[in-house]
C-alpha cells in the first residue's frame, strides 16, 4: 500500500521535465556553493571572508528586486545562452586570476576574482527568475524538482569542492572544471526539456490581451490597495470596470517606475 501510494503522488509527471528541472536548481546554485568554498583560497588569509559573500549576493539580490519587471521581453532560449556565457565568463575570470599566494591584500588579483564572482551571481540572479517562471508552462512537478535540484547544490558543491581539492587536484583546475558546468544548462533546457509543452503554452497565452489599469484615474484608492497588499490584484473590488478611455502606461520604463513604486510595501511600512 505504500509504494502504491508512493507511485500515486508521481502520477502523470514527466521525466524529462523533472530530470531538466532538477539539474536546472542544481547547476543554477552549485557555483554559489562551490565560492562560498573557496573563499578563503580566493582572498586569502588576511581578507575578510565576508568581501566574498558580499559579492556573491548583493548583484543576485539586485538582479531579483528589479529584473522581474523586464525581463519577460528576453526569450528563454536567450536568457539560458547569456546566462550560460555569463557564469563560464565568472568562472574563469576567478580561476584564471593569478593566486594571493603572499596574503598580501593586493586590490588588483582580489578586484578581478570578485568580479567574476559577481557575474556568477548575476547569472544565478537571472537563472532564479527564469527557471521558476518556467515551472508555469511544465506544472508542479517542475516546482518540485527544482526545489530538490536547489536543495542538493549545497551538498554536491561543498562536497565535490572538498574531495577534488583533497586528491590533489588543485583549487585552480576544480575552479576551472567547474567552468564547465553551465554547458548542463544548456543542454537540458535544448535536449532534454519538452520545449513543444512551453511553445504551445506560450501561444495560448497570446490570446489573452492585458487588461488596462486604472492606476492613473484611481491613484487614492490605488495607494490604500499598496498598503493592503502588495499582489493583490486590482480588480477584485465589486465596481464596474473601467472606461475604455482609461490611461495606463505603455512603456516598460513607466511599469518598471510603478512596479519598483508598489514594492516599497515589502521594506517600508
Avoid at 71 to 79: A, C, E, L, T
Avoid at 130 to 147: I, P
Wanted: charged share 10%.
Amino acid at each position: 500500500m505504500f509504494r502504491a501510494r508512493f507511485l500515486a503522488i508521481f502520477a502523470g509527471a514527466d521525466p524529462r521535465v523533472c530530470t531538466a528541472f532538477w539539474f536546472f536548481g542544481l547547476i543554477n546554485n552549485v557555483l554559489y556553493v562551490i565560492i562560498l568554498s573557496a573563499a578563503l583560497d580566493l582572498v586569502g588569509p588576511t581578507v575578510p571572508k565576508g568581501v566574498v559573500l558580499l559579492a556573491d549576493i548583493i548583484p543576485s539580490f539586485l538582479v531579483k528586486l528589479c529584473a522581474p519587471y523586464f525581463i519577460h521581453v528576453v526569450p528563454y532560449p536567450m536568457r539560458i545562452i547569456l546566462m550560460a556565457g555569463i557564469s563560464t565568463t565568472g568562472m574563469l575570470l576567478i580561476a584564471l586570476t593569478p593566486p594571493n599566494n603572499n596574503g598580501s591584500t593586493n586590490g588588483g588579483i582580489i578586484g578581478t576574482k570578485m568580479s567574476g564572482v559577481a557575474l556568477a551571481s548575476l547569472s544565478s540572479g537571472f537563472g532564479e527568475l527564469s527557471f521558476l517562471s518556467l515551472t508555469h508552462f511544465y506544472g508542479q512537478f517542475s516546482l518540485a524538482a527544482w526545489g530538490s535540484g536547489t536543495g542538493g547544490a549545497g551538498l554536491v558543491g561543498a562536497g565535490a569542492y572538498v574531495f577534488l581539492t583533497s586528491v590533489g587536484f588543485g583549487v585552480r583546475n576544480t575552479l576551472l572544471a567547474s567552468s564547465l558546468l553551465p554547458i548542463i544548462l544548456l543542454f537540458n533546457f535544448f535536449v532534454v526539456l519538452p520545449l513543444g509543452t512551453m511553445r504551445r503554452a506560450a501561444k495560448q497565452d497570446e490570446d489573452y490581451a492585458p487588461v488596462p489599469s486604472d492606476d492613473v484615474d484611481q491613484g487614492v484608492e490605488h495607494s490604500s490597495m499598496e498598503r493592503a497588499g502588495l499582489l493583490r490584484q486590482p480588480y477584485t473590488r465589486l465596481s464596474s470596470p473601467p472606461s475604455s478611455g482609461a490611461k495606463y502606461p505603455k512603456t516598460w520604463q513607466t511599469l518598471f517606475l510603478r512596479n519598483l513604486r508598489r514594492s516599497r510595501s515589502l521594506f517600508l511600512p
